[in-house]
């Protein structure tokens, strides 16, 4: 009998410690702090409104900076910084490397093949091979897509409708982003379609806003069209001063660039697409394989025109473009 309560107190005990195994496990998985890697290039300040979607979203889900989440930043100076600072953050073993776009996904793919790699605004994901398709991404990279390359062909037709005389139009583009190959094909192939003559004018370093520009004086373009980087990111207020200097009328990528001054824009919403990529994180860090989580699309486009500069141009914005604005600068 004694041999007997003995056994049951033992049974009891193991099953009671059992029962509390779940709990401790999961109190361990709820401690843990997760590590983002954060890669980016230029100035923190020109990247104010992206970074705080992608903290906004990873907040509505329930991550709290210092609690259970760090985000490691490591800023790039250039563009040949990045594969030592992708590597940087391989090193010190982050749980996800958040890479934007395509100029920032390809040294972190570089750097490692098993820390998965999540972007918000990739140009062309299958096209540049970052991943096998967008239903199934494969490999250890997933994320958001822009899909710049048809983005970059519209805007032109968009740039082109406002001005129906255009003859010749410039295209500001940058040789070190990925995605801009790709891009370029399919503006110059709109381009023959409509039947404008395109000038392909690369910018690799700030004095060549000055040699594009001085280009498009001297061939008598039309206006000009600026395929969106992070290159040109800090430089929207130039790139809108240069514009009215020069009379160009434009089509930038961004919305800000027409906040700044900039005549148009068509662009998907990257605040939202930053926002949205904050899902992508958490479920990588509940232990969803990337291979498995299909690439999303954007959902929101604009297209913005600002009537105050049009004016300042004197250029008469076609009724049928004006009555398609998402919204309209005065």
Not at 90 to 96: F, G, I, P, W
Not at 200 to 214: I, R
Request: with cysteine.
């Amino acid at each position: 009998m004694q041999f007997g309560q003995l056994k049951r107190r033992e049974v009891i005990s193991l099953l009671g410690g059992a029962a509390a195994w779940p709990v401790i496990v999961c109190a361990q998985q709820v401690a843990k702090v997760a590590r983002i890697g954060f890669l980016a290039l230029g100035n923190a300040s020109a990247w104010t409104e992206r970074v705080e979607a992608l903290r906004s979203g990873l907040r509505d889900l329930g991550y709290v900076e210092g609690n259970n989440i760090v985000i490691e930043f490591r800023w790039a100076k250039s563009v040949d910084e990045l594969p030592d600072l992708a590597a940087d953050l391989v090193r010190t073993n982050v749980d996800v490397i958040f890479a934007d776009s395509s100029i920032f996904v390809e040294p972190a793919r570089q750097a490692t093949k098993t820390i998965p790699i999540v972007f918000a605004a990739h140009a062309d994901p299958v096209g540049l091979g970052h991943v096998a398709s967008l239903a199934r991404p494969g490999g250890n990279i997933t994320g958001l897509s822009m899909v710049l390359t048809e983005l970059a062909a519209k805007e032109l037709e968009m740039l082109n409708e406002a001005l129906p005389q255009a003859k010749r139009i410039g295209v500001l583009w940058n040789p070190a982003t990925p995605s801009h190959r790709l891009a370029v094909q399919a503006v110059a192939a709109a381009g023959e379609k409509l039947g404008v003559q395109l000038l392909m004018l690369p910018l690799v370093k700030a004095e060549d806003f000055d040699v594009a520009f001085a280009t498009m004086s001297r061939e008598r373009a039309d206006g000009f069209l600026e395929v969106p980087s992070v290159f040109t990111l800090p430089y929207r207020n130039l790139l809108a001063e240069l514009a009215l200097r020069h009379r160009f009328p434009s089509m930038f990528g961004r919305k800000d660039n027409v906040e700044a001054g900039g005549l148009m824009s068509y662009s998907a919403d990257t605040i939202d697409l930053h926002r949205r990529a904050a899902v992508y994180i958490d479920k990588i860090l509940r232990g969803v394989k990337p291979a498995d989580l299909p690439v999303e699309q954007a959902s929101k486009y604009a297209l913005v025109i600002n009537l105050k500069t049009a004016k300042a141009l004197s250029l008469e914005i076609p009724p049928m473009v004006l009555a398609r604005a998402d919204e309209v600068i005065e």
